[in-house]
């Protein structure tokens, strides 16, 4: 492999973070929405926000939501689809359980920008453990 693809490669490995400057705006049972503002450490090597950590904060936010059912939960099932860059400003991801059963919650997860515009979309299916 050429010297300067491997480089390009290495390059992806990075320290990225800023979950925990999330802020919990709404929560709900079957609802919850956060903020968090963009730091350099949310960016990755292209200087737009890494979709590990937009998949991370929809994560969270899913859960949140199914936990205020009062029912410990974890992620059973999840997609994403990231449909804007963003590298600036603050980001709102928002979760709405669009189905309640037995033993599941399906969320459907936004996050949009400072202008409301879609920047992912997401699905997280939660499995129920068990009653809090």
């Known amino acids: 492999m050429r010297s300067e693809i491997m480089d390009g490669i290495l390059r992806h490995i990075h320290p990225s973070g800023g979950i ?15 903020s968090v503002e ?12 890494h979709g590990g950590f937009l998949f991370s904060l929809c994560d969270t936010a899913a859960g ?33 359980a669009i189905h309640k059963g037995r033993k599941t919650v399906v969320n459907q997860v936004t996050v949009t920008n400072d202008a409301g515009k879609l920047v992912a979309s997401a699905s997280f299916t939660m499995f129920l453990i068990a009653p809090i």
């Open 20 to 34: 925990e400057n999330a802020k919990l705006l709404e929560v709900s049972p079957g609802h919850a929405k956060l």
């Open 38 to 49: 963009i730091t350099q450490k949310a960016l990755n090597l292209y200087g737009n926000v």
């Open 64 to 96: 949140m939501s199914t936990y205020a059912y009062e029912t410990a939960n974890v992620t059973e099932c999840s997609s994403i689809n990231f449909l804007r860059g963003v590298n600036t400003g603050t980001i709102y991801i928002e979760s709405n």
